[in-house]
């Protein structure tokens, strides 16, 4: 079985560097999906409000404890979506979360987008902090804050976030504001990590893939465990799943590394953060 490696977040709290993306699986398919997820050896799973599949998500976390792992074994993040934002509608979102998914505690929140017209991104994160301070939280954080959200954020919070989630991958590689996590000690965590698949037909990949004897997808994989952030691929198929977790028995070279490293051209798959309110 391969395992992921773990990485340790600003607070002193462990995640696993590659984990479980759940955007767009059906709720109807997601119990059985995160539970073949976890038997493959993945540990951490990402959901949000917005995904509608929460319960999904926390029945997997269940029955894995019923039939004895341990609950801390597990690592849930869930994230407060836009509509809600604001003190008091977080707090009521995150209950509303919580009786979804039927945990005692979850693992992450977080801020799923600044959405800097509402201007509720502060107040928002001031119920994550009460949340945090109330044990219901291991860690909170952020996603898709751009440097001036951050700045705008670290100003006042008491509790520095412990992850941006954001949009990344070889087209998109994020490098002025990984750089900018790195000073402020928030862990960078990739989202959309195979740019929802159109990536895999990139020349350049395809040929590293080939010259490996392995998916394009495990090669783009690999490049993020090596760049050294968090990365929540999702896939449908247990085959699909198995392969995303299977990259920890080869090597990119510095000089393949350096090839991908070609590649950013700034392209999305999703949106901008300025464009989401
Ligand atoms: P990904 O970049 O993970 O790509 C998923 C797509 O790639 C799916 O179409 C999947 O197909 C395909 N795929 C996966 N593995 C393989 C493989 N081995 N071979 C071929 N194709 C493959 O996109 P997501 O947008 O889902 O991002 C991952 C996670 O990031 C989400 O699930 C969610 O948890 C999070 N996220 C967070 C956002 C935020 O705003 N914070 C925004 C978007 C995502 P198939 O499903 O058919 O197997």
């Known amino acids: 079985m391969h395992r992921s490696p773990k990485h340790t977040l600003n607070n002193g709290v462990s995640i696993d560097q590659l984990g ?54 597990l690592f849930v993040t869930s994230k407060v979506w836009n509509t809600e934002q604001g003190y008091d509608s977080t707090l009521a979102a995150f209950d509303a979360s919580m009786e979804q998914l039927g945990l005692d505690y979850l693992d992450m929140y977080l801020i799923h987008w600044p959405c800097p017209e509402r201007g509720l991104f502060i107040p928002t994160y001031k119920a994550l902090e009460t949340l945090y301070r109330e ?21 006042v919070c008491e509790v520095v976030p412990a992850v941006n989630q954001v949009e990344l991958h070889p087209w998109l590689a994020q490098t002025p504001l990984r750089a900018l996590h790195a000073e ?16 895999l037909d990139d020349p350049i990949l395809v040929a590293l ?30 085959q699909r799943v198995r392969e995303n977790l299977s990259v920890f028995d080869f090597v990119l070279t510095d000089a393949e590394m350096g090839l991908i490293a070609s590649m950013d051209n700034g392209r999305r798959s999703g949106s901008s953060p300025s464009a989401v309110n």
């Open 20 to 73: 479980f993306g759940v955007y767009k699986v059906p709720a109807e398919d997601c119990a059985d999906l995160v539970s073949t997820a976890i038997d493959i050896g993945y540990r951490t799973i990402d959901t949000a409000a917005l995904y509608a599949n929460e319960a999904g998500v926390g029945a997997a976390v269940n029955q894995a404890v019923a039939g004895g792992m341990p609950r801390d074994e």
């Open 135 to 155: 044990g219901r939280v291991r860690a909170i954080g952020v996603s898709n804050f751009e440097p001036e959200h951050l700045t705008q954020l670290l100003d």
């Open 184 to 199: 402020l000690g928030i862990t960078t965590q990739a989202w959309s990590p195979l740019a929802r698949g159109a990536i």
């Open 209 to 238: 893939a080939a010259g490996h004897g392995r998916s394009v997808a495990q090669i783009v994989v690999r490049w993020h465990v090596q760049s050294g952030h968090l990365v929540i691929p999702k896939a449908s198929s247990a």
